[in-house]
């Protein structure tokens, strides 16, 4: 059973466009989510955050969007530049699992077109 | 420079033969975590450790071991009852304690894992 799923394995923009990757949970206990972001035989690096009792989540151009009704997050990239074309990976902590436990999403490939 | 190291970087195993994937952290973090990524898919947590001398499984421990003797070293031994070793593996660490901070992983650059 998935609990964090991307349905979106790629996506592919145009510089200077918004980017939205999209990200679905089922476990309504997880209270933090994250966004990671890795590049192709590197380990990946965290990018931002959200907790479960907010709903947006702002740093620079990355926004992160929670809607605990629907289970569903996104992040936002506004502009879009070349260098942020990478693997793309939202992650969930808490379900009543222990702490520090992250669930990944498989990942969505975003390719930025210069 | 602060950070988690994996060694070796690619790594080759035998049919029947253990092979150990190298951790170490100089980030002083408490929890430490190995995860295996196969293609098209994410992070699948092998095992963790939230303290010295103590570790869970995680979702997908069968075939493989660890230890965790000193905070700065956690590592992972990918044996011969593990059918499909070919992966690659991330090693990361994280602080313990309450609210966000504890769920900020690090991760070091990855071990690629081929089976001869």
């Known amino acids: 059973d998935q609990q964090v799923k991307q349905n979106s394995p790629s996506l592919s923009v145009q510089e200077g466009r918004i980017s939205i990757l999209n990200c679905d949970y089922t476990?309504?206990?997880?209270?933090?989510f994250l966004w990671y972001k890795k590049y192709p035989a590197e380990g990946p690096t965290f990018l931002i955050s959200i907790s479960s009792i907010k709903d947006k989540n702002e740093d620079g151009r990355f926004t992160v969007f929670l809607n605990k009704s629907a289970k569903h997050l996104s992040l936002h990239i506004v502009p879009s530049q070349p260098g942020d074309s990478a693997v793309y990976f939202c992650?969930?902590?808490?379900?009543?699992?222990?702490?520090?436990?992250?669930?990944f999403g498989q990942g969505t490939i975003l390719t930025v077109h210069p | 420079d602060g950070g988690i190291t994996q060694s070796p970087k690619y790594l080759f195993r035998k049919e029947g033969q253990n092979v150990t994937l190298s951790c170490e952290q100089n980030l002083n973090h408490d929890a430490m975590y190995w995860y295996r990524q196969d293609p098209g898919q994410g992070l699948r947590l092998i095992y963790y450790?939230?303290?010295?001398?103590?570790?869970q499984k995680g979702d997908i421990a069968e075939g493989y071991s660890v230890s965790r003797e000193k905070k700065e070293s956690f590592p992972l031994t990918v044996t011969s009852a593990q059918k499909n070793p070919t992966a690659f593996y991330l090693c990361?660490?994280?602080?313990?304690?309450?609210?966000?901070?504890?769920?900020?992983?690090?991760f070091g650059a990855g071990t690629r894992l081929s089976v001869l």
């Open positions: 476990n309504s206990m997880f209270d933090y």
């Open positions: 990361a660490s994280s602080t313990t304690g309450w609210g966000l901070a504890k769920n900020i992983q690090y």
């Open positions: 992650a969930a902590s808490g379900g009543g699992t222990s702490y520090g436990k992250l669930t």
């Open positions: 450790s939230q303290i010295v001398n103590d570790f």
